[in-house]
T-cell receptor, first 115, second 115 residues
């Protein structure tokens, strides 16, 4: 079965540093998402992306966050100046056009630790 | 706003025994409901989903779930668990399918299988 691939699996950074989390969605998918899960808490929606622009974003997705599809295969999440509370597991997901959240394929996540 | 409650943080079940994981949701319209499973080091895998029609839905790995509108519940069941079922289980609710709306997840239930 096709997979969503996320790199790196673990990222450690200093507070205030910029981080870029990378995702390769499934090749024929057109909707892309980022979710995060703070340890012990629920998985939370951050942002969805379609047709090269943000479709929806949550309150969590403030000006410190940005997403980009720099080429035909990658989908990145950038945190401009990390805070301690950004420490979480970040999941990328993708779906085919017209299915949206009906059938999301999730990656295995990037564990971000902000020190 | 939509919400999902999974009242059990941990559940321990003996191998071969039956399983029921509880999920209650709050949503203004007819919800789209999902169960995902997360094994250690893995991404979120869709077990099953309910959109409409038959309120008892079958999923992968022998799981099923029943939508009960009167109780705002979507409990996950399996008649006989296997050691490989040990994982984190997430219930989620979403808006009508298609489009870019994010899912709202519960906090998850950690399933432990005793030999």
């Amino acid at each position: 079965e096709p997979e969503v691939t996320q790199t790196p699996s673990h990222q450690v950074t200093q507070m205030g540093q910029e981080v870029i989390l990378r995702c390769v969605p499934i090749s024929n998918h057109l909707y892309f998402y980022w979710y995060r899960q703070i340890l012990g808490q629920k998985v939370e929606f951050l942002v969805s992306f379609y047709n090269n622009e943000i479709s929806e974003k949550s309150e969590i997705f403030d000006d410190q966050f940005s997403v980009e599809r720099p080429d035909g295969s990658n989908f990145t999440l950038k945190i401009r100046s990390t805070k301690l509370e950004d420490s979480a597991m970040y999941f990328c997901a993708s779906s085919q056009e017209g299915q949206g959240n009906e059938k999301l394929f999730f990656g295995s996540g990037t564990q971000l630790s902000v020190l | 706003a939509q919400s999902v409650t999974q009242p059990d943080i941990h559940i321990t079940v003996s191998e071969g025994a039956s399983l029921e994981l509880r999920c209650n949701y709050s949503y203004g319209a007819t919800p789209y409901l999902f169960w995902y499973v997360q094994s250690p080091g893995q991404g979120l895998q869709l077990l099953l989903k309910y959109f409409s029609g038959d309120t008892l839905v079958q999923g992968i790995k022998g799981f099923e779930a029943e939508f009960k509108r009167s109780q705002s519940s979507f409990n996950l069941r399996k008649p006989s668990v296997h050691w490989s079922d040990a994982a984190e289980y997430f219930c989620a609710v979403g808006a009508s399918g298609g489009g870019a709306d994010g899912l709202t997840f519960g906090k998850g239930t950690h399933l432990i299988i005793q030999p």
